[in-house]
């Protein structure tokens, strides 16, 4: 029996047109939590779903050993038999059914066609009580969060016998409390002997978890290294991932920061569907001009109610409080009005409050503000064009055409493509929500340095983060939000994680639940 | 400096490659549309083989303008209702409720004609309107509230017919239907005047061609070689050419083509070139998108339906008009053809996708079936089962086609 659980030997996979992988080879040791980095595109995703037999066996050359035995998988079942299960990045849970339904789906406890729900409920249970999840098995799942939804996830893995679990971008959607959890439960499984491989753009988390470090860049193997024995640090990951050293990963700025251009004030919005629930309590902020003012906070802090609250009231209901531009009050109580009046909001779900992935990068990027390209109402196309090819020059998007439909983008050019369609809006506040989430690191660089360019010209920039390392070097300033409260105001030169996370869990008042 | 135009230039000089696959992207997109032409031509030939040469016989093409011309009207409608991502099941009823009031309107009470449209075409609204605003406002599911529509509309024609039709129309009225334009040439065995306006529209087609390759060329885009250019026109100005030959040597353009042929043109400018149009084609898209764009998505929906309840009542005006009665009957699975229209001409059940152009090339489709069945002498029934095939067929080519582009 040989050291390694898994080889992957001289894997090479073909589109048309693109090499997604050129003979890549991964060895995962038995035991072991191992690392999959890689910018976007890289091929990670490409090569988990050769392993797991969603390109059977055929579309691709080179082989797989899964504990020394050659395997021929035609399709997931045959994978997942033999123990390698994966939990993909958009969770694949049913959220009208219950937890004990989810996890059982496709592997129900049945004889005869028939489900033996009492069997299912108690397996149910234990498998909870391993993940450390305290629900009832009839819990729907549409009513748990994400962080819990993940574990459910992780449950239905546990379920299979896992020999192998393999993790897409696990974390992407939890906040750090939830994160935390998780990488600490994958440490568990660990040392009961379970092996996994993580695939992750968060490398403070890899650092954290992984025994080594497959790295990929472009479709082939850079290195493998040894978490310990090399003592891999992020830069030198970084360096692996995108092949030149990223002195810094966040752009140098003197920031040219004048008057306040945009005031909230005593904002207060209630929750949509629970009428009595406050979600932002009482809120006043400002931001000047040129200035990037960042909000820090925990999922659920209230962070995107507020600024999609702002946004033309796309949030929320019985809302109060005033919003003033260059000192008078402005109206934005729909979206027309807050674009009209110069604020632009940059959603934290891309594909599904961003873009029309159906249409093209040219319709996508002109529609918030089609009127400036119109005459009487007659979209001018030649201008249009030239109006897209402009922003996929400047802000580099990677695109065979502006006539590429945007589905068929990578996350970071989708990104760019959201923030042309908000830059030809021509904002004078521009509200970023999670700008940079699942996003390479390469990419983030060059996002970054978009928001500095906007900065510089003298645009005013709220910028919502979960990575406090992002709010940190990016933002002249920072506001804390616990539980739909500022709870504290710092400058850049004061802030440190410490001091931000103290803020960001803050609580005023316990709520029952 | 330079300008984003010769930047432009300059981006697509230097990559050739990415200009072939521009090409193919281009055939791709197109395959949809064109896959549909080609069909269409192929079902065309196949009749006209079966039945012996009658199918593109003069007086028979007229004939299959005035049978499915109010089928045409309520694809055009329909085609946007899809395209925002709804469906409309009401507009066969809505088109016999139109009729009947028009019935009662001209024939019992001796309204003026003029008057009787205009009033029609305002109750269309009025409908369309109603269920707009169910549909858009109180976010009611189209297919409930049209389903609703379709028996409340239905239970109104009955209720204002009492069950009986009305009959005769003015001759004037009927003319809507079955009028053709006067010969002003006063032409023997030819209409003359046909003639000339087949050449005038071949015309300002081809300037309108001219002039938008001008355009592009002006703006630097890569434009299709001279060539490709020159067959493309020449193609379609033979098309129009023969078309109006053929009419002309029997009674020349039907008063309903030109209709038809204003609504398509118009509608199909709206689809393609206006702000209006962009924000249909995003509300089905994505509407949530739309919505954080700041298109005010509701008010966008419930004017695509009041546009569905106004074509919708011409659609009833026209068939009455055909029909020269208004009965409790008509219109009756219009709203199933109009649709099947529409998918066979490349619209997304999930919306976002679709032209004006597919819509009337699907109600062609299924237009040349019927009437190609009809003269081949086979019953409604073996008709009916043969339109369910070809409707599962086309679409099911499409999403082949489509899994096959992706």
Sequence with gaps: MSEFILEMRGITKEFPGVKALDNVNLKVREGEIHALCGENGAGKSTLMKVLSGVYPYGTYSGEILFKGEVCKFKNIKQSEELGIVIIHQELALIPYLSIAENIFLGNERAKKGIINWNETIVKTKELLQKVGLDESPHTLVGNLGVGKQQLVEIAKALSKEVKLLILDEPTAALNEDDSENLLNLLLEFKKQGMSAIIISHKLNEISKVADSITILRDGKTIETLDMKRDNVTEDRIIRGMVGRDLTNRYPVRNPKIGDVIFEVKDWNVYHPLHSERKVIDNVSIYIRKGEIVGIAGLMGAGRTELAMSVFGKSYGRKISGKVFKNGSEIDVSDVSKAIANGIAYVSEDRKGNGLILMEDIRKNITLSRLGKIAKKFVVDENKEIIEAERFRDQLKIKTPSVFQKTEALSGGNQQKVVLSKWIFAEPDILILDEPTRGIDVGAKYEIYTIIHQLAEEGKAILMISSELPEILGMCDRIYVMSEGRITGEVNRDEATQEKLMKLMTKTTVRRVV | ?406
């Design chain 2, 1 to 406: 400096m330079q300008t984003p135009a010769q930047k432009a230039i300059q981006h697509r000089s230097t990559a050739n490659e990415s200009k072939i696959q521009l090409l193919k992207q281009m055939m791709k997109n197109n395959m949809r549309s064109y896959g549909m032409v080609i069909a269409l031509v192929l079902i065309m030939l196949l009749f006209q083989i079966l039945t012996g040469g009658i199918l593109l016989r003069p007086l028979n093409i007229t004939n299959l303008i005035l049978q499915n011309s109010y089928i045409l009207v309520l694809a055009i409608g329909m085609m946007l209702v899809i395209i925002t991502g709804h469906i409309d099941l009401s507009v066969g009823s809505v088109a016999a409720f139109v009729g009947a009031l028009a019935g009662i309107l001209m024939v019992q009470h001796h309204v003026p004609m003029f008057v009787t449209v205009l009033i029609s075409l305002l109750l269309g609204a009025l409908i369309g309107a109603w269920q707009g605003f169910w549909v858009a406002y109180a976010k009611i599911p189209a297919f409930i509230v049209t389903l609703a529509g379709m028996l409340l509309f239905r239970g109104f024609t009955m209720i204002i017919l009492e069950g009986q039709s009305i009959a005769p129309f003015p001759k004037s009225f009927q003319n809507i239907s079955s009028g053709f334009l006067p010969d002003l040439f006063h032409g023997q065995n030819l209409h003359i005047f046909t003639l000339v306006i087949g050449l005038i529209a071949s015309i300002l087609f081809i300037g309108s061609e001219i002039r938008k390759r001008n355009n592009q060329k002006q703006y630097g885009f890569t434009i299709s070689p001279a060539a490709v250019f020159g067959a493309k026109l020449i193609v379609i100005v033979a098309i129009i050419i023969a078309f109006s030959y053929v009419l002309a040597t029997y009674e020349g353009i039907p008063t309903i083509l030109i209709i038809l042929a204003m609504l398509i043109i118009a509608y199909s400018f709206v689809a393609n070139k206006t702000v209006i149009g962009r924000h249909i084609y995003a509300i089905g898209g994505n509407e949530k998108a739309a919505q954080l764009s700041g298109i005010k998505t509701k008010r966008v929906t419930f004017w695509v339906f009041v546009n569905m309840g106004v074509l919708a009542a011409l659609s009833g005006l026209i068939f009455a008009a055909r029909l020269n009665a208004a009965t409790p009957k008509a219109g009756n699975l219009f709203e199933l053809d109009a649709i099947a229209a529409c998918f066979i001409g490349g619209a997304s059940a999930y919306g976002g996708v679709g032209t004006i152009s597919g819509a009337i090339i699907g109600g062609l489709v299924m237009g040349v079936i019927n009437n190609g069945m009809s003269l081949l002498g086979l019953g409604i029934d073996w008709q009916q089962a043969i339109k369910g095939l070809v409707l599962l067929v086309a679409v099911a080519f499409d999403i082949y086609n489509k899994n096959k582009a992706a």
